[in-house]
Every structure is written in structure tokens, then in C-alpha cells.
């Protein structure tokens, strides 16, 4: 949201302890922002830290999602969720590298505890978390495309991984071959430079909705 200058400079221009009384108002309907300046300000944490922290939490909630399964739909809640704490982490730290390689982990864990859940199950049943999975991919590929191409070879290792995984299970592979993404992209981890424009067009076909046709 943009401000004109003279309504910039009428907030400026308040008392000091008018402004500190905005601040905190402000702080307590912004978690995000309040989290933000803690954070900043105060936590003594670096971004490394952080990023450390989420990876050891990332790994203990897959493997408790994956002690506490009862079926691949609440699998897909607890997953949903954990991701929501990744983007919470991304916002406050502002972490573009921890945002790639925090998802990467994310379906890495998920996938090396419950591939053979997932490849077992029925397609109805596999349809939401399949298209979780390769909706979670894109952003994967469009995040790493954005950083400086240096860091693309410590990503190497985790999508190979990831590309082994879809590779060992039919039914997500054949749900990444109908929804455009090529296994090449993980397994040789070379990303399109146009990623970002696939991944646009797909959506705008629909093939990352629930409902898409894997066969």
C-alpha cells in the first residue's frame, strides 16, 4: 500500500509518544510484523538459526503425522499445516534460501515416510496430496530459480531425492507427467528459466486442482 507524502509526513510529524501508541496498536493486529521486529530486534537469532530450528521442527512433526496416521486426507492436514508454519518462519525472517530449501525438506520427509502409503492407496483417495505435492514442487523450482544461480548446487542432492521418490511411486509420477512438470527438472536439477510462466499456465488450465485426471 502506497501513502502520499503529505500523509507520510502528518505521521512524522505526531509526538513521539503519539506515534510509540500507533506502533503498538499496529504490533497487536500485525503478529507477522510484531514477530518480524522481535526477531530483528531482540531474539539474537540469526536467519541460520532460525532455518536450523524450523529443519529439527519440519522432521519431528512428519514423523509424529506419520506415527499418528489414519489416512492420507489428515496426513494432508498435518502436512498443510507444517507448511503454514514454514511460510510464517519465510515472512518473519525474510529467508528466500530457507524458503526453497525448508519445502524441499518438507516433501523430502513426507515422501520417505509415506511414499508406500501414498503409491498403495487408491487414486480417489490420493488426489488431494498428489496435487499438494506437485502444487508444492512448483514453488519449490520458482523459489530456487529466483535465488542467485550459485546456490543451485546445493540444491542438487534434495530434488534428486525427490525426483527418486516420484520415480518409485506410479501414481505421482504419472500425476507430475499430467500436470507438466518433468522429472529431468529435479533429477538433473535444471530448471526451466521460464519456470515461473509454466507454472502460470498450468494453474490457468486447471491441472492443479483436486479433480484433475491422472490417467
Not at 548446487?153 to 530434488?159: D, H, N, P, T, V
Not at 501414481?171 to 521460464?194: F, K
Request: hydrophobic share 45%; charged share 30%; net charge positive.
Amino acid at each position: 500500500m502506497k501513502f502520499d507524502p503529505e500523509f507520510k509526513n502528518a505521521i512524522l510529524q505526531l509526538p513521539s509518544k503519539e506515534k510509540d501508541k500507533l506502533l503498538l496498536r499496529l504490533l497487536k493486529r500485525d503478529v507477522i510484523l510484531a514477530n518480524q521486529l522481535h526477531f530483528e530486534l531482540i531474539s539474537g537469532d540469526s536467519v541460520q538459526d532460525r532455518r536450523t530450528r524450523m529443519e529439527a521442527h519440519i522432521k519431528q512433526k512428519i514423523e509424529w503425522a506419520t506415527n499418528r496416521f489414519s489416512s492420507l486426507d489428515s496426513l494432508l492436514v498435518d502436512i498443510r499445516s507444517l507448511s503454514a508454519d514454514i511460510t510464517e518462519n519465510v515472512k518473519i525472517t525474510k529467508d528466500k534460501y530457507g524458503d526453497a530449501s525448508l519445502n524441499l525438506l518438507m516433501l523430502n520427509e513426507l515422501l520417505k515416510n509415506n511414499n508406500g502409503r501414498i503409491a498403495k492407496s487408491n487414486l480417489k483417495k490420493t488426489s488431494a496430496i498428489s496435487i499438494y505435492i506437485i502444487a508444492r514442487i512448483f514453488k519449490i523450482l520458482i523459489s530456487i530459480k529466483a535465488l542467485h544461480e550459485d546456490y543451485l548446487i546445493e540444491f542438487e542432492a534434495g530434488l534428486n531425492e525427490l525426483a527418486q521418490a516420484i520415480e518409485k511411486n506410479p501414481i505421482l509420477l504419472n500425476m507430475a507427467i499430467n500436470t507438466g512438470v518433468d522429472i529431468n527438472w529435479l533429477a538433473d536439477a535444471e530448471i526451466p528459466d521460464n519456470i515461473a510462466e509454466i507454472h502460470k499456465e498450468i494453474r490457468s488450465k486447471g491441472l492443479l486442482k483436486r479433480n484433475v485426471k491422472m490417467f
